[in-house]
């Protein structure tokens, strides 16, 4: 593969397919450039490898209970696979989520051994498709906020979408080099992932670097804030701890620091950032956009897990404490987790009462989660693209998804107890494998799913393709959201009313009343 920096030499995953691994998109972000912007990739002599996945961003480690460094500043790679035949290939560009501090390319840290869970795209290859997954900075080292000093009204931030977008560019000038169409770029992404394809569609320096996206679980609900003002106050906290607190050599000084030394008040603090808006790469946040605000108008695929809360369930239980089945431990509870008030924890009650839950706690929390943090943002944020973006709504509802990638994963479900009566159902993240996923016959996928699994790659291949997700040969007609139809991916793949979806799970009853 000759690129603009030089002669990478890949090798074979099957005799059709071929991959590149660990292809540098910038300079490594050290020393001088930490907390910068990034800058293209020197160029080199010779031949360079590419059969090794580069190094994780630096973050602790997922599947180590207790606080485990891990990766390396060295981190701005992407790993292209493409068909072995020659052709011109439309692109895929997968974003990964786990919530702007922790994940990597290829899901190497959160998949099996083989990476058969999420790792290998072999399905949408096959299908026609180079398929390209990037890495990108993470917690303080790509969201820290800073104003610059000398100018009052500039700030820094969201280095890691600054990275999102250097790679964008890289695969853009690259394209011809691995048989991609640099015009038919679709990037799409679960959860952080999916919030980053949100947010690119949002940032006028964004545009021209892609021409659709899909966003899966990804999406600012109503707690989350980009706000400047609080995102410069809480860089200033991290920069205190870190021994930094003279404005006018705040940068110099962070850029002294160790990583180890960084990521350290980082987990002290419980760093968990979103992308920072009200500077020049992202003016206003996506969920606040008016007709009269930028959005690219590229078409999209936007969707959600019907019982995404469920991913959270076993979290909330091991961080606050196994919940009591009770009316008064489902008010501590609300409380507790959700920090509403006692007027607004009654107000929720009346409209998840404990007792069409099983009378169960955390089913009722799980249901509030899903509802509120991601299927009526969804709906939203859905209503309001249809207005110029043509768009595709999915809900995911396998409620019999397999699982079994997040018990042996995650210390944090295999060490505990999951709660009595629980099953992840359609959680959040559970939809990725059916995409992305391996050998699903091997991952305890039933005949029934491994079709669904191979329709919604075809969805997801042919929307990238041509824009519109609907293949010749499959009948069912996936309708745009202009026609108030939301598709279905369960047992049986339908077309849903809007209104039916809204009724599901409260929203314009309650979280989007007089919205």
């Given at each position: 593969m000759n690129t603009t920096e030089g002669y990478y030499k890949g090798e074979f995953e099957s005799p059709s397919i071929i991959s590149f691994k660990g292809v540098s998109y910038a300079k490594p972000p050290i020393k001088d450039l930490r907390f910068e912007n990034p800058v293209k990739p020197d160029s080199?002599?010779?031949?360079?490898?590419?059969?090794?996945?580069?190094?994780?961003?630096?973050?602790?480690?997922?599947?180590?209970?207790?606080?485990?460094?891990?990766?390396?500043?060295?981190c701005l790679f992407l790993n292209i696979f493409r068909p072995s035949?020659?052709?011109?290939?439309?692109?895929?560009?997968?974003?990964h989520g786990g919530g702007f501090t922790k994940g990597d390319s290829m899901h190497s840290l959160h998949g099996a051994e083989n990476l058969s869970w999420y790792g290998q795209p072999y399905r949408l290859v096959d299908s026609g498709i180079v398929f390209i997954s990037i890495n990108y900075r993470l917690g303080v080292f790509g969201f820290l906020a800073s104003r610059d000093p000398a100018e009052e009204d500039a700030a820094n931030s969201n280095y890691g979408l600054s990275d999102q977008q250097q790679a964008l560019k890289w695969i853009r000038n690259n394209a011809n080099s691995f048989d991609g169409d640099p015009n038919n770029i679709t990037i799409f992404g679960e959860s952080s992932g999916g919030l980053s394809v949100l947010t690119h569609f949002s940032m006028p320096s964004s545009d021209g670097l892609f021409n659709r996206g899909i966003i899966q679980s990804g999406i600012y609900d109503y707690s989350q804030s980009s706000n400047l003002d609080d995102a410069v106050a809480l860089g200033k906290i991290i920069s205190d701890e870190l021994g930094c607190t003279k404005l006018s050599e705040q940068k110099k000084c962070l850029k002294l620091?160790?990583?180890?030394?960084?990521?350290?008040v980082q987990h002290q603090l419980n760093y968990s950032p979103y992308p920072v808006a009200g500077i020049n790469t992202l003016e206003i946040n996506p969920l606040k956009i008016s007709d009269t605000d930028f959005f690219n108008s590229a078409d999209l695929i936007v969707?959600?897990?019907?019982?995404?809360?469920n991913f959270f369930t076993p979290i909330n239980e091991f961080t606050y404490g196994n919940s009591e089945n009770s009316e008064l431990g489902?008010?501590?509870?609300?409380?507790?987790?959700?920090?509403?008030?006692n007027s607004t924890v009654e107000?929720?009650?009346?409209?998840y009462?404990?007792?069409?839950?099983?009378?169960?706690?955390?089913?009722?929390?799980?249901?509030?989660?899903?509802?509120?943090?991601?299927?009526?943002?969804?709906?939203?944020?859905?209503?309001?693209l249809r207005k110029k973006n043509k768009v595709y709504f999915y809900t995911f509802d396998d409620r019999n998804a397999p699982y079994a990638h997040i018990l042996g994963t995650w210390p944090i479900y295999s060490n505990i107890p999951l709660p009595d009566k629980f099953n992840f159902g359609a959680s959040h993240t559970l939809e990725i494998s059916y995409v992305l996923g391996d050998k699903l016959d091997q991952l305890g996928f039933s005949k029934e799913q491994i079709l669904l699994a191979?329709?919604?790659?075809?969805?997801?291949?042919?929307?990238?393709?041509?824009?519109n997700p609907n293949f010749s040969h499959d009948t069912f007609n996936w309708n745009t959201f202009d026609q108030k139809k939301i598709l279905s991916l369960g047992d049986t793949i339908i077309n849903i009313n809007e209104a039916e979806f809204s009724i599901n799970h409260n929203c314009d009853n309650f979280w989007l009343f007089n919205q």
């Amino acid at each position: 593969m000759n690129t603009t920096e030089g002669y990478y030499k890949g090798e074979f995953e099957s005799p059709s397919i071929i991959s590149f691994k660990g292809v540098s998109y910038a300079k490594p972000p050290i020393k001088d450039l930490r907390f910068e912007n990034p800058v293209k990739p020197d160029s080199f002599s010779g031949t360079k490898q590419a059969n090794q996945i580069g190094a994780v961003c630096p973050q602790f480690d997922p599947n180590q209970l207790l606080p485990t460094m891990i990766g390396d500043e060295d981190c701005l790679f992407l790993n292209i696979f493409r068909p072995s035949a020659e052709g011109e290939y439309p692109v895929m560009v997968w974003i990964h989520g786990g919530g702007f501090t922790k994940g990597d390319s290829m899901h190497s840290l959160h998949g099996a051994e083989n990476l058969s869970w999420y790792g290998q795209p072999y399905r949408l290859v096959d299908s026609g498709i180079v398929f390209i997954s990037i890495n990108y900075r993470l917690g303080v080292f790509g969201f820290l906020a800073s104003r610059d000093p000398a100018e009052e009204d500039a700030a820094n931030s969201n280095y890691g979408l600054s990275d999102q977008q250097q790679a964008l560019k890289w695969i853009r000038n690259n394209a011809n080099s691995f048989d991609g169409d640099p015009n038919n770029i679709t990037i799409f992404g679960e959860s952080s992932g999916g919030l980053s394809v949100l947010t690119h569609f949002s940032m006028p320096s964004s545009d021209g670097l892609f021409n659709r996206g899909i966003i899966q679980s990804g999406i600012y609900d109503y707690s989350q804030s980009s706000n400047l003002d609080d995102a410069v106050a809480l860089g200033k906290i991290i920069s205190d701890e870190l021994g930094c607190t003279k404005l006018s050599e705040q940068k110099k000084c962070l850029k002294l620091k160790s990583k180890e030394e960084i990521l350290t008040v980082q987990h002290q603090l419980n760093y968990s950032p979103y992308p920072v808006a009200g500077i020049n790469t992202l003016e206003i946040n996506p969920l606040k956009i008016s007709d009269t605000d930028f959005f690219n108008s590229a078409d999209l695929i936007v969707g959600t897990n019907s019982e995404e809360g469920n991913f959270f369930t076993p979290i909330n239980e091991f961080t606050y404490g196994n919940s009591e089945n009770s009316e008064l431990g489902y008010s501590l509870v609300l409380k507790r987790q959700l920090s509403l008030d006692n007027s607004t924890v009654e107000i929720v009650k009346t409209v998840y009462p404990l007792i069409s839950h099983d009378n169960t706690t955390h089913k009722a929390l799980s249901k509030i989660i899903t509802d509120a943090f991601y299927a009526c943002p969804t709906l939203k944020l859905s209503r309001n693209l249809r207005k110029k973006n043509k768009v595709y709504f999915y809900t995911f509802d396998d409620r019999n998804a397999p699982y079994a990638h997040i018990l042996g994963t995650w210390p944090i479900y295999s060490n505990i107890p999951l709660p009595d009566k629980f099953n992840f159902g359609a959680s959040h993240t559970l939809e990725i494998s059916y995409v992305l996923g391996d050998k699903l016959d091997q991952l305890g996928f039933s005949k029934e799913q491994i079709l669904l699994a191979n329709k919604m790659t075809d969805y997801w291949s042919t929307f990238a393709k041509f824009g519109n997700p609907n293949f010749s040969h499959d009948t069912f007609n996936w309708n745009t959201f202009d026609q108030k139809k939301i598709l279905s991916l369960g047992d049986t793949i339908i077309n849903i009313n809007e209104a039916e979806f809204s009724i599901n799970h409260n929203c314009d009853n309650f979280w989007l009343f007089n919205q």
